[in-house]
């Protein structure tokens, strides 16, 4: 992952257990990792120039946070940058439900979410 | 280099690979079956979780054709290939399609009588069955909106083995006949890729392939065969070719069945490990509405593609659950192989007719939900309102553009058109290629059209109605 690609994952991530967000974010890298060539050359190039953009901005003295940025690009005027967001976002969103940890496995006399779903199917 | 050697070669394992692959092995050829995928127990993971996803997709998911809108799709990567990911709903093709097409494209025995035959062999081996019991919630809302509406919608059939307790198993590929195969005879090569196919003048004489060790490093694989199947479904199948030499017609006419999703919430919970498999009709062939997998990602997922606030559904997303649109879309896109490249470049124009049929599949499957109770419909439009009731439901046809809809499908075909009228097609009315006396394909490529309903069952019954030809000429 790049630089801004990790950085915007931990401000989606938002406020969650350090090991939960570690989780999160390898499963980010390993997306990204395995998208057709192509599609990841166009989102690293959009990190690199984003990311420039952001850290001189920074340098500069811009307070922004990226949290504010990430808003203004959901709604940028440029297709590729709102895609930029959301294709984080929504692995971020995917990650952090499907990985959040369950409160039951903990209690063994109740059935995990895993199972109930799998049972489900019949 | 390691040389191996078959009489018939079988690239892929899924829908088509598979149906080849044990119709030739039974009928005593000798077979190997090569997949780029991992060989995974289809009891290993569960069903639509991110595991699933990381272990048995392409690009564990994240896979999209270039277009205005841009449209996410997904194809399976193991044994099994996508049937070990799929929701298991089987449709035989409609005999009116079938009939256009076969006068369409010329394709020879291509009557109901011999579809039928072919269908009727596969519903058999696979259990094709209906729910023996009563449908779950989430589905049964389907049935209720359309009532409501007096709209026709039926339950599907699927791809399952039921037993006496109305537990259900899906006859995937990797279960059924992948297996079968192998008992008939078959060779099956997991995590192994073919790269190129080797010709010599109008010949296939054996394939390039690398595969992959348990210790995660590669060694180049040489297949020598006399006849050769690519069933690498309707993406890689003509990225194989093109990236062989082979062209004409060969990855033009991309056909999707794009799709637009809305995340549905109701006054109490409703049941998350299964896809519904009630289907509204009254649209068909142009339209189908139906429903998704609905795990806890889903949910969070289809709620974020509307834009909005969306925490309050989210907490209770349990009452949450994930219902499409999809359309038989007149427009079509191309598969270009790049050198230097695995993956292809894949592009999608939908037409203008498309994109307003789209949004007014959306339309109707905002009514039927909440014709059946929902409280609250999140489209996956980014920045379209929340409908609660069905006059909320028109600020969606202005909110719905190019820009703003969240497209995807999982329903990929006709990169390799069969039939004998040349012109058109990339391989004759038996999917053999032209210009080529053994060369093959037997998957989705081969649909000369997106069939408007889920395709497998006419991917698998035209592999085996293919696969009893070849073994007639030998
Ligand atoms: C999530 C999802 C849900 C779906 N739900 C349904 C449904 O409910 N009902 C329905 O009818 N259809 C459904 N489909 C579609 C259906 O599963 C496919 O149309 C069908 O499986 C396609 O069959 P195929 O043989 O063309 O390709 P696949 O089944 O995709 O198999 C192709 C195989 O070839 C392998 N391969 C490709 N290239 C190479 C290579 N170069 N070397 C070696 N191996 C290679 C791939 O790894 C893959 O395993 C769904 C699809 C998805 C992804």
Known sequence: MLWLERQVVASLSGDVRPQHRL???????????AMPELLRIGVAGESIVLGAGTWLAARLG?????????????HSRIGPIRQ?????????????????????????????????GANGRG | MKTLETEVLIIGSGAGGAVTAATLARAGRSVLVVEEGPWIDPDAVEPF????????????????????????????????????????????????????????????EFTPEVLDKYSDLVENELSVS?????????????????????????????????????????????????????????????????????????RIVGARAERTLPGGETEPVTIIAEHVFVCGGAIQTPTLLQHSGIRAQIGNGLKFHPTIKVAARFPQAYDHGDVPMHRVTEFSPFLTIGGSASRRGHVALALADSGGDYADALAAWEDVVVYYAAIRSDGSGRVTALPGFRAPLVTYRMTDADQSRLARGLLHLGEVLLAAG?????????????????????????????????????????????????????????????????????????????????????????????????????
């Open chain 1, 84 to 116: 930029y967001v959301r294709l984080l976002s929504s692995l971020v969103i995917f990650a952090s439900e499907e990985l959040a940890p369950d409160p039951q496995a903990l209690d063994p006399s109740q059935p995990s979410a895993a199972a109930a």
């Open chain 2, 49 to 108: 979780s991110l595991d699933e996803m990381v272990l048995k997709y392409r690009h564990q998911g994240a896979s999209a054709a270039l277009g205005t809108p841009g449209i996410a799709y997904a194809e399976g990567r193991c044994v099994g290939g996508s049937t070990e990911i799929n929701s298991g709903l089987y449709h035989r093709l409609p005999e009116e399609l079938a009939d256009e097409w076969r006068r369409t494209y010329r394709i020879a």
């Open chain 1, 62 to 74: 811009s307070r922004r946070l990226l949290s504010e940025r990430l808003e203004g690009w959901e």
């Open chain 2, 374 to 474: 929902a409280t609250e419909l999140y489209p996956s439009i980014a920045g379209a309102p929340v409908a609660r009731r069905a006059e909320d439901l028109v600020e969606w046809w202005d909110a719905f553009t190019p820009s703003t809809a969240n497209l995807m499908t999982v329903h990929l075909t006709s990169t390799v058109r069969m039939g004998d009228d040349q012109s058109r097609t990339g391989a004759d009315s038996f999917g053999r290629v032209w210009g080529f006396r053994n060369l093959r394909i037997n998957d989705a490529s081969l649909l000369p059209d997106a069939p408007g309903v889920n395709p497998q069952a006419a991917i698998m019954t035209i592999a085996a109605r293919n696969a009893d030809e070849f073994l007639s000429h030998l």
């Open chain 2, 130 to 202: 209906k729910l023996p019991g009563a449908p779950p919630p989430s589905s049964a809302v389907l049935e209720r909106g359309a009532a409501k509406l007096g709209w026709r919608a039926v339950e599907f059939a699927r791809v399952f083995r039921y037993d006496h307790q109305g537990r259900g198993v899906k006859q995937t590929m990797a279960r059924t006949l992948v297996p079968r195969a192998v008992e008939a005879g078959a060779q099956i090569l997991a995590e192994c890729r073919i790269s190129r196919l080797l010709k010599r003048d109008d």
């Open chain 1, 23 to 33: 989780a999160i974010e390898g499963y980010v890298d390993g997306v990204l990792r």
